[in-house]
Structure formats: structure tokens, C-alpha cells
């Protein structure tokens, strides 16, 4: 495994299924226990992204790597908007910004592949001798993640807000959804 650390630094702003959504999802027609639905939401998405290892509404990593493989970085959590930033240590511990114009992301891969074009600077030997900033997602709005993954975090609502004891029919459903959407391996 080549990187060392992958942080989340800023989540997602909104989720991808409403407040309004969720309750009309629910059937329930009071304001008694709407923070406890945009917590199940919430908690729902974050299931889901993690079966899927992606990102769904735009959020900000940060990826820590010791050395910078040949074959790129790997960027988790796709599908890439964009790198705002690579940096590095160099030789004297001091960090050190590339230029966009020295690196390049293969978006065709998932997850995208960072490269550099250029000649890879010096580092020293530090654990987190590179750090890459990237925004992934598929965009800043509940509607620009596609239809059925937002069923899928609905299944899991739903399971949440009706406390499924086995964790079954519902998990299931949404799980067999999601599997058209899962980045193979580990991170």
C-alpha cells in the first residue's frame, strides 16, 4: 500500500436526500423528530459511501503517501472533480507546492491516478513526504448523485428509522443497488 494516511477535511454540504425527502420517504408528516432524520440521513450516505468506497456530494480529502509510485497515486473515494493541491517534503523537511502544469489525473481510472509529467522531485525520507488535496464527488447538489444510489441511501433511511432488527430485507435491497457502483479492492 502506497499512501500512509486519507482524511476526509470538509464533508459533504448537503445530502443527497432532503429533509423534506426523508419524511415524505418515511411517511411521517411532523417536525418532532426531524434533527433525528437528517442524523439517519446522514448516517445512511456514510453506509452507503463506504460500501461503495465513493464520495457522493463534493467533499475534500486529503491523502498522505511516503513515496510517489511510477504508476501514480491513487486518488479514493471517485469520482474526481479536481486536485487543488500536490505538495512535498523536500530533502530539507520543507514543504514544497508542484505546479498544476507538473502533475496530471487519469479520470478515466477508478479511482483516478495521479501522475507527475514531469521529473519527480526530491523527497526525504519522510512518512508523509507527499500530500495530495483532491474534491471528489459527483457534484455540489443532491441531484447530481445519480438516482439509484440516493434509493439505495433511502433503503438504509428506512431501515435506520424503522430500527430492522436483523438488519435484512432492506440492507439487502440497498446492498444489491450499490453493487453496481463498487470500486474493487481495499483502501
Not at 120 to 145: E, L
Request: net charge negative; hydrophobic share 40%.
Amino acid at each position: 500500500m502506497t499512501f500512509t494516511g486519507l482524511r476526509r477535511i470538509s464533508d459533504a454540504s448537503v445530502e443527497p436526500i432532503s429533509l423534506t425527502e426523508a419524511k415524505e420517504y418515511l411517511r411521517v408528516d411532523h417536525d418532532d423528530e426531524n434533527s433525528l432524520i437528517e442524523a439517519m440521513v446522514r448516517a445512511a450516505r456514510i453506509n452507503c459511501e463506504r460500501e461503495t468506497r465513493r464520495a457522493f456530494v463534493s467533499q475534500t480529502w486529503v491523502l498522505t503517501a511516503a513515496e510517489f509510485p511510477a504508476r501514480g497515486l491513487a486518488l479514493y473515494n471517485p469520482p474526481l472533480i479536481s486536485v487543488d493541491s500536490v505538495e512535498y517534503r523536500d530533502e530539507d523537511g520543507a514543504w514544497q507546492t508542484l505546479a498544476d502544469t507538473e502533475y496530471e489525473a487519469d479520470l478515466y481510472e477508478e479511482p483516478a491516478r495521479l501522475m507527475i509529467t514531469g521529473t519527480q522531485p526530491g523527497t526525504g525520507t519522510h512518512r508523509d513526504a507527499w500530500k495530495v488535496t483532491y474534491t471528489a464527488g459527483y457534484g455540489a447538489a443532491a441531484a447530481d448523485v445519480p438516482e439509484d444510489i440516493r434509493a439505495a441511501v433511502q433503503l438504509i433511511l428506512k431501515s435506520l428509522y424503522e430500527r430492522e432488527e436483523d438488519g435484512g430485507t432492506l440492507h439487502d435491497a440497498a446492498s444489491r443497488i450499490l453493487n453496481n457502483w463498487k470500486i474493487p479492492g481495499e483502501i
